[in-house]
């Protein structure tokens, strides 16, 4: 909405929005490309696991999932802190500042990552149970599973990071 009550303090430079639409999209793609695929991957995988294993894998998957996803509101939270420092970094010193950043993040969010999946588990059972009732607890191995994709997804967020800051997401 500010975008509209701001309207007038915007303007489209028609000869700079052809010259740099080129350059803009050499990396849009990729942002465009990897957007999808990650939207894509979220509800295929639950689309396939429910017409290969029926509703009640799906169910248990899904429930298991939500809470290995509790993490994801820190998540979003480091990008939106870690983009910025990145991209100051590489502008003001280049790649080995943002490297140095990238190395950093990535510790940062790997113990704190390693952490909350070593207690999930050893009490993500509980939790679903907590949050779901009879149906969806005893499926440790699920967890178990899905806590360590959490990490590995994890580990490489600040080098996605640092990657799209220097416009080289391939």
């Not at 000869?15 to 990650?38: H, N, Q």
């Not at 509790?70 to 500042?97: E, K, Q, Y």
Request: net charge positive.
């Amino acid at each position: 909405s500010w975008l509209f009550l701001a309207r007038k303090n915007f303007s489209i430079r028609w000869k700079t929005f052809r010259r740099e639409l080129p350059r803009s999209w050499s990396l849009g793609k990729w942002v465009a490309a990897g957007r999808i695929l990650v939207a894509l991957s979220g509800v295929s995988i639950t689309w396939l696991l429910m017409l290969r294993h029926g509703t009640k894998a799906t169910g248990v998957f899904s429930a298991s999932m939500t809470v290995c996803m509790l993490l994801n509101p820190f998540l979003l939270g480091i990008g939106n802190v870690l983009g910025p420092r990145a991209a100051s970094a590489f502008a003001n010193d280049g790649v080995l500042a943002i490297r140095n950043v990238v190395y950093k993040a990535t510790w940062f969010i790997g113990a704190i990552v390693a952490v909350y999946c070593v207690l999930i588990i050893l009490f993500g059972n509980k939790i679903v149970w907590l949050l779901y009732g009879d149906a969806f607890s005893d499926h440790q191995l699920t967890i178990r599973v899905l806590a360590f994709a959490t990490l590995s997804s994890a580990l490489g967020f600040a080098m996605d990071n640092g990657l799209w800051t220097m416009e080289h997401p391939q």
